[in-house]
């Protein structure tokens, strides 16, 4: 009876460790997905991931936008400054679904931090705040 209750209790731990792994992998492919589309410089692929709205954050400008306000924000501040390289240096994470990461922006006149927040909304990851300083 003691062993059943350890087998069930060691059964319920890992299914909860897998469920949490899948999350964090599908987050991951997003911030994959957003990686490639900052590194692109392209605003379109960038805002699949945006919520409604958008905190937008450049040289210390900021507001807040639609999905498709930003999109046109973020096309002009690429077309200004075409990326010449771009990754992330770090990535984490809260137990609510809140998720960030930071990374380095770099064009030819310089470079760029960047840090991207965001939050699990149903089954997708959706940025609500990105920032170029």
Do not use: W
């Not at 469920?19 to 605003?43: E, H, P, W």
Request: charged share 20%; glycine share 12%.
């Amino acid at each position: 009876m003691k062993n059943l209750k350890r087998l069930m209790a060691l059964t319920v731990v890992m299914l909860g460790i897998l469920v949490g792994a899948g999350q964090v992998a599908a987050q991951s492919d997003a911030m994959n997905g957003v990686q490639a589309a900052i590194k692109a410089g392209s605003s379109r692929d960038l805002a699949r991931y945006f919520g409604s709205k958008v905190e937008v954050s450049i040289d210390g400008d900021n507001a807040s936008y639609s999905q498709s306000q930003a999109e046109m924000v973020l096309r002009n501040f690429f077309s200004k400054n075409p990326p010449a390289g771009f990754s992330f240096d770090h990535q984490g994470g809260s137990e609510n679904g809140q998720q960030y990461a930071l990374g380095k922006y770099h064009h030819k006149g310089g470079r760029y931090s960047v840090v991207v927040k965001g939050k699990k909304q149903g089954n997708s990851f959706v940025i609500d705040t990105i920032e170029f300083k």
